[in-house]
């Protein structure tokens, strides 16, 4: 049985502090105007955190990885999982890609349209809505599957990924970022933090042996990792500034749920539970070993 559903998903979403209304209420407070808005102005926030980055690293983890998965302007990126449309703006005005996002929610995608729509970037960054467990192949053929803080949500990843793979040119590389489990419990205590952490995420910790998990299954699917980088430092810088944004007077009200969450991030960070991880892997070439 699914733990957690597509409802499930949504409802921790539509009360998100990362919204179009409240990342353009904090453009507004901090530059008076939206006039002349750029991808800047959305993607960074030194005060609140309010960004349209909605992962661990923000605009320079998007920068870092689009660096690390090769692209170009003549690149064409499938971002699965795309939320707000963040990373795919990002990626259009950093490198001149054209990007495709999908997501679940309907709410995040018409969000995601209008942001893009300000930006007058919608001719390089489209956004399909579509639950990526059971969506059907697009027609076009792609040169990066990408991910930021979105696969954590899917229980069958290796699923995931053998629907996604033939979406991919052959030269084409899968780049993606996210949380994962370093070890497992090791008491009743932690166990539950974690259990309560999946469930206040609608995540998969447990069951996935973090990227060594993640090479197996694209070893499966065909490919072999070129970059497999440990980024969990930060981890606790992510939620430490969250709180602290939070909490500024100028900073928009977030639900008691949401703080409770980054509460327990923190408590399982500092325990040595959680991590974050980079993959970039290109299709295995014949005769190269698994
Ligand atoms: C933490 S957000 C990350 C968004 C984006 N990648 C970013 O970095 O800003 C995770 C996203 O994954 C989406 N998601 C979760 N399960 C999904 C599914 N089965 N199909 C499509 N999208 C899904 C959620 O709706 C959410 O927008």
């Known amino acids: 049985m699914v733990r957690f559903t597509r409802h499930d998903i949504e409802e921790i979403y539509r009360s998100h502090p990362l919204r179009k209304d409240t990342i353009l209420q ?7 105007t939206l006039a002349g808005l750029s991808e800047q102005d ?14 661990i690293g923000g605009l320079g983890f998007t920068r870092e990885l689009g660096v690390q998965a090769g692209l170009e302007s003549s690149s064409r ?18 490198f001149g890609c054209h990007v495709l996002g999908l997501d679940i929610s309907a709410e995040r995608i018409a969000q995601a349209r209008e942001l893009t729509e300000l930006l ?16 059907s192949l697009h027609s076009t053929h792609f040169d990066v599957l990408w991910g930021q803080s979105a696969w954590v949500h899917l ?20 780049a993606f970022e996210d949380v994962f489990l370093i070890r497992l419990p090791a008491t009743n205590a932690e166990e539950n933090l974690v259990a309560e952490l999946e ?22 699917c065909g490919f072999a990792a070129s970059l497999s980088q ?28 949401e703080q409770e969450s980054w509460r327990l991030a923190l408590e399982a960070v500092d325990a040595g539970l959680i991590g974050y991880f980079r993959i970039v892997a290109a299709r295995r070439s014949a005769g190269q070993s698994q």
């Not at 904090?26 to 008076?32: A, D, F, I, P, S």
């Not at 229980?155 to 899968?174: I, M, N, Q, S």
């Not at 980024?231 to 969250?242: A, M, P």
Request: include cysteine; hydrophobic fraction near 40%; aromatic fraction near 8%.
């Open 42 to 55: 959305l993607a960074e926030d030194p005060w609140t955190e309010i960004s349209d980055q909605n992962h």
């Open 120 to 135: 007058g970037l919608q001719s390089r960054v489209t956004f399909e809505c579509a639950d990526l467990m059971t969506a």
């Open 230 to 257: 440990d980024c969990s430092e930060q981890l606790r810088d992510h939620f430490l500034k969250l709180q602290l944004g939070a909490s500024r007077a100028e900073a928009l009200p977030v639900s008691q749920l």
């Open 26 to 32: 904090r453009v507004l407070q901090q530059k008076g």
């Open 199 to 220: 469930n206040h995420w609608k995540s998969y910790l447990v069951g996935l042996d973090g990227p060594a998990g993640w090479s197996r299954i694209l070893a499966d």
């Open 77 to 94: 990126v499938l971002d699965l999982g795309c939320g707000l449309g963040g990373s795919a703006r990002c990626l259009a005005w950093l």
């Open 155 to 174: 229980e069958d990843k290796l699923g995931f990924l053998r629907r996604w793979a033939p979406a991919l040119d052959r030269k084409g590389c899968v």
